[in-house]
């Protein structure tokens, strides 16, 4: 890309970013904080892609960088979520590291963690993200932050001055955003299952400590720390369970830093210079605002760290009703390619909100990115346009897989559709789109085509699906008027000029004509006229084209005409027409 096109939010995320780490002497290092606590959904992957996409940015100015994702797998399990294979047994479980805690039944995950983690590494190749994952379960049972854990406690009187100045403040509401009944829906679901840490700051009856110790008995942190000493750093807490222990702490590994303290240490302890977080991590008081003050206590600052906006599901009624929860980047990429999904995180500002599409808007959202992908070929598209396309179509280790032959989607949902998933009568429909460069086989027409057929199958109401009539509705045929038998006939036969028979426009684009052409012929026009703003002929088209469906599915509207003849066949089509 030249330095024009890369004008855009993830270019001057990118200065931005490379300017701190050379004040600071260090490395590029972006980094996105995960927690399997259950489905991961499309509201956390901007977690990942929007760090991703910068780290991306930084390597191709020849700058080194790298990109984590910090597994909080160490977190407790807070609530049992809405997901298929687990029920209310797992209360048992609430208050153990997650990956303490069973996967759901049927899964060959040997956790919790371990289960919606996999999940999403597997989302994560097909995405072309590439990353260093920290397993924070990993880093806390070997003695990893052992010196980082005892330097905390030792200035927990600090630690608490500076959270209490937060506490006596108070949490200030962030305003809510006005969201549809829909859009409510998938927030809601998407806090349920949130990886966002929801935990005490360490303050107690006891006075305050910022570590929060597991039961050794029962496994739980409902635990209360009753006493340190600095100097041996023995430690004593006490359970809900009812069980008391005394341990040394440098020793200890079965515990972990509270969260708005963990944070920074981890910043400190990973170099982190850039790291996003979502709105309720930026509000007064949270964690990202309090890591300012705490994170130079470890030799660090708080790196850069935009917000990003809430991600919306279109669709997202019947993906409830069918799997239960808000649906994962993994449910995504069974519908669309990679680099469209890639495209709608790449083109927005973090934070700018928008929505992933499940229903029929995935077919204009693909229409959006055909059209785009046209403009980038032919060097017509606008420099931020080009460089969303750019990300979303590949990486510093090359581009991502493709769809040799990209029909359009919604042309391809029609055949689909119509033909129930027939190879052989898609292959024949598909064939016939273009008569000067036809398809020759289904898998020029794959990744794409595989989408379209899990979409058709699993997101297309039955109001949506086609059923084309299996003989003439004669009583309808008989009631034409000479209006309407005239438009068939012309569609049929031609008009001996402009318009050819039926037969000799077979083609997308020789059928596209034939059907928009009767109406002009039939007002005395030429089929190839262009006329604009004739509110006439737009409403004899449109009688026209209710007509042919009424005729041929027994509804209103349905597919494009010209796709749905293509599926129909001219035999068919002439006998049910009448001809």
């Excluded at 910022?210 to 600095?230: I, L, R, S, W």
């Excluded at 997308?508 to 262009?530: E, F, M, N, S």
Aim: glycine content about 8%.
């Amino acid at each position: 890309m030249t330095d024009q096109q890369l004008d855009d939010w993830v270019s001057r995320l990118a200065d931005e970013t490379i300017a701190d780490a050379k004040a600071k002497g260090t490395k590029v290092v972006c980094a996105s904080g995960i927690s399997p606590s259950g489905p991961i959904h499309l509201g956390n992957l901007r977690e990942v892609m929007t760090p991703h996409l910068v780290a991306d940015e930084v390597r191709r100015r020849g700058i080194e960088a790298e990109h984590i994702i910090s597994w909080d797998d160490f977190d407790r399990f807070r609530k049992v979520p809405n997901v298929p294979g687990v029920d209310s047994s797992w209360e048992q479980h609430i208050g153990k590291p997650l990956t303490d805690v069973p996967p759901p039944k049927g899964s060959t995950a040997t956790s919790w963690a371990e289960h919606f983690r996999g999940q999403l590494e597997d989302s994560l190749v097909e995405l072309g993200i590439t990353y260093r994952g920290i397993s924070q379960t990993g880093k806390y049972l070997s003695g990893t932050y052992t010196e980082q854990i005892l330097f905390a406690m030792s200035q927990r009187s600090e630690i608490d001055k500076v959270l209490d100045q937060y506490r006596t403040l108070g949490p200030k509401k962030a305003k809510k955003q006005k969201l549809s009944e829909e859009e409510a829906a998938a927030a809601a679901e998407a806090e349920e299952g949130s990886g966002a840490a929801a935990e005490g700051d360490g303050r107690g009856e006891t006075g305050y400590y910022p570590y929060k110790p597991y039961c050794t008995e029962c496994g739980t942190d409902f635990t209360t720390v009753t006493a340190y000493d600095d100097a041996t750093t023995e430690m004593t807490y006490t359970c809900r369970c009812g069980h008391t222990e005394t341990v040394i702490l440098r020793t200890f590994r079965r515990g972990k830093l509270v969260w708005k303290v963990d944070w920074p240490m981890r910043w400190a302890f990973e170099k982190v210079t850039f790291e996003p977080s979502g709105v309720d991590h930026q509000s007064p008081g949270s964690s990202y605002v309090v890591g300012k003050e705490l994170a130079p206590m470890f030799g660090w600052e708080r790196p850069l760290g935009p917000m990003y906006a809430f991600v919306g599901i279109k669709g997202m009624a019947k993906m409830s009703s069918s799997r239960g929860g808000v649906p994962t980047p993994a449910d995504a990429l069974q519908i669309m390619e990679p680099q469209l999904l890639r495209w709608l995180y790449a083109r927005r500002k973090p934070a700018q909100s928008f929505s992933v599409a499940f229903d029929s808007e995935v077919e204009r959202m693909y229409d959006e990115w055909d059209s785009l992908a046209k403009k980038v070929d032919s060097d017509k598209g606008q420099p931020g346009d080009v460089a969303a396309y750019t990300r979303a179509s590949s990486t510093t280790v090359g581009s991502l897989p493709s769809t040799s032959r990209p029909v359009s989607y919604r042309t391809l949902a029609s055949i689909v559709d119509i033909t129930t998933g027939d190879a052989d009568q898609t292959l024949r429909i598909v064939s016939a789109l273009d008569a000067d460069d036809p398809v020759t086989s289904l898998d020029q027409l794959r990744p794409r085509l595989t989408c379209v057929e899990h979409w058709v199958e699993t997101q297309m109401t039955d109001e949506e699906r086609t059923v084309v009539r299996a003989s003439a509705d004669t009583e309808r045929l008989a009631a034409l008027s000479e209006t309407e038998r005239e438009g068939l006939r012309i569609l049929l036969d031609g008009n001996g000029a402009d318009l050819p028979a039926l037969d000799a426009a077979w083609s997308l684009d020789g059928l596209t004509h034939q059907v928009y052409g009767v109406p002009k012929v039939q007002r005395g026009l030429a089929a190839d006229q262009i006329v604009k703003g004739d509110k006439e002929l737009g409403a004899a088209q449109r009688e026209f084209f209710k007509l042919l469906y009424n005729l041929l599915v027994d509804k209103d509207t349905g597919p494009r005409l010209p796709t749905l003849l293509l599926a129909v066949g001219a035999k068919r089509t002439r006998t049910l027409l009448g001809g």
